[in-house]
């Protein structure tokens, strides 16, 4: 289903000049993975996978996913097409010439975040899809971390996390989301 809903996205944003960010399981060589997803033109540019699983606390992601490996395919088949599939890929914006990488969630809150290699690649930009809970001061120490990794990979960051309205019992969503560049929230 979440293959399909990527279809209708693709279908729905082919004569759009958008790149966007959107998270799906992929399964890949046997296992699952939690990905970011790239588009851009209507086509799927690439796929990345989450690096670091949160397995502490309130997380059991663990359980479902698997980490990326040296064993990790180099590409994927999603929506009928061929496409890169790994932690150390960098797209380009066309119209603004723009280089980005992507981590995803926990990645950011690791001692060494894969944000840092991509920035030693050349991503100008990183975007963060999350899904990371709210709970009483939370949100300045996430702040901190975004302003950080922006400052010490001297590129923007572009972080957005789930909305108030995927929030469950267990768990309560905030819709943080953030800009930040050079260590400066913008």
Known sequence: EAEMALDNILSMTGTVPVTAV??????????????AIVIADGEVKGAVPKTFLPT???????????????????????????????????????????????????????????????????????????????????????ADLIRMQSAKTICAYVYTSSGTGESTTDLVFGGASYIAENGTIL
């Open 22 to 35: 959107v998270g799906m399981p992929i399964a890949a060589g046997g296992r699952l993975y939690n990905c």
């Open 56 to 142: 502490y606390g309130e997380f059991y992601e663990g359980r479902w996913f698997s980490t990326p490996s040296d064993t990790t395919p180099k590409t994927i088949t999603l929506c009928k097409t061929e496409i890169p599939f790994g932690t150390d890929l960098i797209f380009t914006c066309a119209a603004q010439r723009v280089k980005f990488g992507v981590e995803i969630c926990e990645d950011m809150w690791a001692p060494v975040a894969p944000s840092t290699f991509l920035a030693l690649q050349g991503a100008q930009i990183i975007v963060n899809i999350s899904a990371s809970n709210d709970y009483v001061a939370k949100d300045a120490y996430r």
